[in-house]
Nanobody, 124 residues
Framework: QVQLVESGGGVVRPGHSLMRSCAASGFTFSRHARHWVRQAPGKGLEWVSGINSGGDSTNAADSVKGRFSISRDNAKNTLYLQMTSLKPEDTAVYYC?????????????????WGQGTQVTVSS
């Protein structure tokens, strides 16, 4: 069965960095675009960033562009999100997600498979 297991959340001070990872199993990892989506307290889902199946094309929301970097290692079935220059407004539960297609549609949040979600809190 499909599993997406996240790690790397926690509490971090503003301006600092954090690396998120999402390990996948139960499907052919390299056939799907992958995304990170977040949900801040009291708000709806916000698409953060996406990467195509081959890992050579990425997109990011304007709110994180230049600060967050998405990548994937298809040999290890793992998705990453390097988060730098973190701000308090980045505080949210972060989810990895699997798309049904190979390419990225920026802003999309209706994915069929999700990780369990991990809290990231940016606070001094």
């Amino acid at each position: 069965q499909v599993q997406l297991v996240e790690s790397g959340g926690g509490v971090v001070r503003p301006g600092h960095s954090l690396m998120r990872s999402c390990a996948a199993s139960g499907f052919t990892f390299s056939r799907h675009a992958r995304h990170w989506v977040r949900q801040a307290p009291g708000k709806g889902l916000e698409w953060v960033s996406g990467i195509n199946s081959g890992g050579d094309s990425t997109n990011a929301a304007d709110s994180v562009k230049g600060r967050f970097s998405i990548s994937r290692d298809n040999a290890k079935n793992t998705l990453y999100l390097q988060m730098t220059s973190l701000k308090p407004e980045d505080t949210a539960v972060y989810y990895c997600a699997r798309d049904s297609v190979k390419w990225v549609v920026p802003g999309k949040t209706d994915f069929g498979k999700w990780g369990q979600g991990t809290q990231v809190t940016v606070s001094s």
